[in-house]
């Protein structure tokens, strides 16, 4: 197919530059940059164009007749899974599933200040659940995101280890101090599976950042050992002056 006729553009039409067919001015949105006053592509050229694009982006979603891929759980399910749902691939589309969306509301605070009151356990183990989802989706590792335990599994556990203690200082903790860290860190290829995850203080939690289980135990220990039992070198990573993060050289 080659390439359009400029000459034929006159004062009542044009030539499309996308179907090469003559077509009269009316067939043509306006433009007011363009030397005719009018697009160079015909209404139904753009209107097949903004389909195409609008299946392709379906597609890549997962969209289609029957159902699509929701985007919290990332399952493919019919539409008798998904709510409020008006029209088909041309329409407005739910991106949750019904199942989703009643977690989502869940998570929402006046839910969540009755669930903490009434069963705090059931609360926090949402909280951690939600909070590790997002974080797996921060490190691109969505791969992984089945190895993130449910809600009745963390439930369980945080009832086990209950009365918490942290897992660096040994110290006692209260149910409302009390934070949970992946030992490897997530960043430097660790587990979402609870066999990576202690409970410890915001404190030591701050302190540890991206440090390795091991390495931090050594710092805790050698400073241990200082005169100032490593006050000053815990101020200066408080103020965020000195961190250890992922690539510093390692002691050999």
């Known amino acids: 197919m080659g390439r359009p006729n400029e000459s034929l553009v006159d004062d009542l039409g044009r030539e499309c530059t996308k179907c090469f067919t003559y077509k009269t001015w009316d067939n043509y949105l306006k433009n007011g940059k ?24 379906q597609k890549a979603k997962g969209i289609n007749d029957e159902g699509r891929i929701c985007e919290e759980c990332y399952e493919y399910k019919l539409w008798v899974k998904f709510p409020n749902r008006k029209t088909k691939t041309n329409g407005v589309n739910p991106k949750y599933c019904k199942a989703c969306q009643k977690v989502k509301y869940e998570a929402t605070p006046s839910h969540h200040k ?13 909280s951690l659940r939600s909070r590790w989802r997002a974080r797996c989706k921060d490190v691109k590792r969505m791969d992984e995101i089945d190895d993130i335990p449910i809600a009745n599994d963390i439930r369980d556990w945080l009832v ?17 101090d ?14 979402f599976k609870l066999n990576n995850v202690v409970p410890t203080t915001a404190k030591m939690n701050g302190l540890k950042g991206e440090m390795l289980e091991t390495d931090f135990i050594e710092l805790l220990q050698l400073a241990n050992t200082w005169t ?25």
């Open 160 to 176: 086990r280890i209950h009365p918490f203690r942290c897992y660096y200082s040994g110290k006692l903790i209260a149910n409302d």
């Open 34 to 57: 363009a030397k005719t006053g009018h697009q160079a592509s015909c209404k139904q050229c753009k209107r097949e164009a903004a389909n195409i694009k609008l299946v392709e982006k």
């Open 178 to 191: 009390v934070n949970f860290d992946h030992a490897t860190p997530v960043s430097r290829g660790g587990s």
């Open 228 to 252: 100032d039992k490593g006050k000053a070198l815990f101020a200066l990573i408080n103020r965020g002056k000195l961190m250890f993060q992922r690539g510093a050289r390692r002691r050999k």
């Open 114 to 126: 009755n669930l903490k009151a009434n069963d705090w356990f059931t609360w926090r183990a949402r």
